[in-house]
């Protein structure tokens, strides 16, 4: 599978997430700094199209733009071969959105509900914005002690799809006391409580990797209560692309495939670092980080060499 771009976005479904909606500038510019290439899929999703990113977003269709059949297939084959796959649903699902992701994630053994979860203890500001803390140990979970579900909706997760080849979890849940979600029983809405229901889904399929949120506003910049700079939304999100990008399927691709991984850096080092960019001293962070790790590395190494002291 070759990799021209790192990250590309389904823009071919009415999709409410994409590069060019300022609410999400935030989210972009996090992508951009991290020097990850962007690119976008218009006019539907083929094979040969997908092969071009390592990680394909498809964030929240709607007015009924659904995935078809053929292009279920190529997402599903496409993860299968190795790439990986962030779906982004909001409150009321397949539903309430117009889509029918449900066709596709499904296949992976996660349903997103047709439901609003809501918190009457644990929210920020409005009970429709629940503060998420019960989470499972993972890569994505790191250093996450509470996230902000502001207006999405509940995951289900079907272990009977597992084989070999297919593993699925959830990573994420609601309150064991005080959550309850507005649940469409197909044909009236109406209000249950709910315990530790999952609100992400992680799995692997083949040879690559799916992320489910049923939460737009996540990636939001717009609202300090519960966007993307809330709680720890953003580590959350930065942990997600990370494990997403991180791929190698052999001892080989482990020694020749880099690692992404997010870290806070010191303001005066990281306008040091752009100060140094701008005069073309280093192409981009990526490689400026990795000649002071290797700097460091070769001084430890003499320092821990007893034929040097």
Not at 30 to 54: Q, R
Not at 97 to 105: A, G, I, P, S, V
Request: aromatic letters at 12%; proline letters at 3%.
């Amino acid at each position: 599978m070759s990799t021209e771009y790192n990250i590309g976005f389904d823009c071919s479904h009415q999709n409410k997430l994409t590069i060019e909606d300022p609410g999400f500038n935030d989210f972009i510019e996090y992508l951009f700094n991290s020097d990850l290439k962007l690119g976008k899929i218009e006019a539907g999703i083929t094979y040969e199209k997908l092969s071009d990113y390592n990680v394909f977003i498809i964030g929240v269709p709607v007015a009924n733009a659904y995935i078809d059949s053929k292009e279920i297939e190529y997402l599903t084959n496409y993860v299968k071969d190795g790439g990986s796959l962030l779906v982004v649903n909001d409150k009321g699902g397949d539903l309430e959105n117009c889509n029918n992701l449900n066709d596709l994630t499904n296949i992976f053994g996660i349903e997103f509900n047709p439901d609003q979860l809501f918190d009457n203890e644990n929210f920020s500001k409005d009970i429709s914005r629940p503060i998420i803390k019960d989470f499972t140990t993972h890569f994505i979970t790191r250093d996450i002690t509470q996230i902000i579900h502001s207006n999405g909706c509940t995951i289900e997760v079907d272990k009977s799809v597992e084989t070999e080849d297919i593993d699925v979890s959830a990573i994420a849940f609601s309150s064991e006391e005080s959550a309850w979600h507005k649940i469409f029983d197909g044909e009236d809405w109406f209000d249950e409580p709910v315990e530790k229901a999952p609100i992400i889904a992680i799995g692997h399929y083949g040879m690559g990797k799916i992320v489910a949120i049923g939460n737009l506003s996540l990636f939001s910049g717009f609202h300090a209560l519960y966007g993307i700079h809330a709680a720890d939304n953003f580590k959350l999100i930065s942990n997600i692309i990370s494990w997403l990008m991180n791929k190698a399927h052999s001892q080989e691709a482990q020694l020749s495939q880099p690692i992404y991984t997010t870290i806070p850096i010191e303001q005066d080092l990281y306008y040091w670092m752009k100060e140094k960019l701008e005069e073309e001293r280093w192409k981009n962070v990526e490689e400026v980080v990795n000649f002071a790790l290797k700097v460091v590395k070769f001084r430890m190494r003499k320092q821990d060499s007893p034929e040097e002291q």
